[in-house]
């Protein structure tokens, strides 16, 4: 059974032209992540919910934006994609343990044109 | 701020036998874990195996272990008797001991499995 689902699982969106990618989970976790991952890197955080507490880190883009309405879901919106922006968007979600480990999902390619 | 090396870009190991993935990390912290992630072609990250810094003990999952030096800041991944769908990216990654539970990941290395 999925726990963590991103929604859509490619997306092709135009230069410039605003995209929201969507997570859900049914873990009921404080925690969800949004990590960015390009092609043959590292992925690497750009912000994360502590319940409502928004974490932004320090070199993320204002670019880059995120919504979390309820325990369950969480958006990352982007505002105007540039081809830097192309990449695999992963979401993850964890409960506040200190040894405790990401749940992920399956992530969402972004495809920028 | 902290920081995970991992100095083998690819490996390859046959069917059956034994490979080890290096990983180190700087940290000026006592508390932390670390943790090997695995990446299939399907994009999902899998956890494989976790440590917590605090315990001498290296852990062990099946046919993973790992091999954790703290003085030396080293973790590598020991995978025995590796199997077909063990050919994946690997990732070590590092988390603090507080509450944000950031993970801090390593650029990676890909496993390739020969039959």
């Known amino acids: 059974d999925a726990m963590v689902i991103q929604n859509p699982r490619y997306q092709v969106t135009q230069f410039g032209k605003p995209v929201t990618l969507s997570c859900s989970q049914t873990?009921?976790?404080?925690?969800m992540y949004w990590y960015q991952q390009k092609s043959s890197q590292a992925p690497k955080l750009l912000f994360h919910?502590?319940?409502?507490?928004?974490?932004n880190e320090a070199d993320t883009p204002d670019n880059f934006q995120s919504r979390r309405p309820n325990t369950s879901f969480c958006f990352l919106d982007i505002r105007s994609p540039g081809l830097g922006d192309a990449a695999m968007y992963l979401c993850a979600t964890s409960r506040v343990i200190a040894n405790e480990k990401l749940f992920f999902g399956s992530g969402t390619q972004l495809s920028v044109l | 701020a902290q920081t995970v090396t991992q100095s083998q870009p690819e490996m390859s190991v046959q069917e059956a036998e034994t490979v080890t993935l290096s990983c180190t990390y700087d940290?000026?912290?006592?508390?932390?874990?670390l943790f090997w992630y695995k990446q299939p072609p399907s994009r999902q990250m899998i956890l494989v195996i976790r440590q917590e810094a605090y315990k001498q003990q290296n852990a062990t999952e099946n046919r993973f272990s790992v091999n954790f030096q703290k003085a030396a800041k080293s973790f590598s991944l020991k995978i025995s008797d590796s199997q077909l769908g063990d050919a994946a990216m690997y990732f070590c990654a590092y988390r603090s001991g507080g509450a944000t539970n950031k993970l801090i990941f390593g650029t990676g290395t890909l496993l390739a499995v020969q039959p």
């Open positions: 919910y502590y319940d409502k507490d928004f974490n």
């Open positions: 873990l009921n976790h404080n925690v």
């Open positions: 940290t000026s912290e006592s508390d932390y874990y």
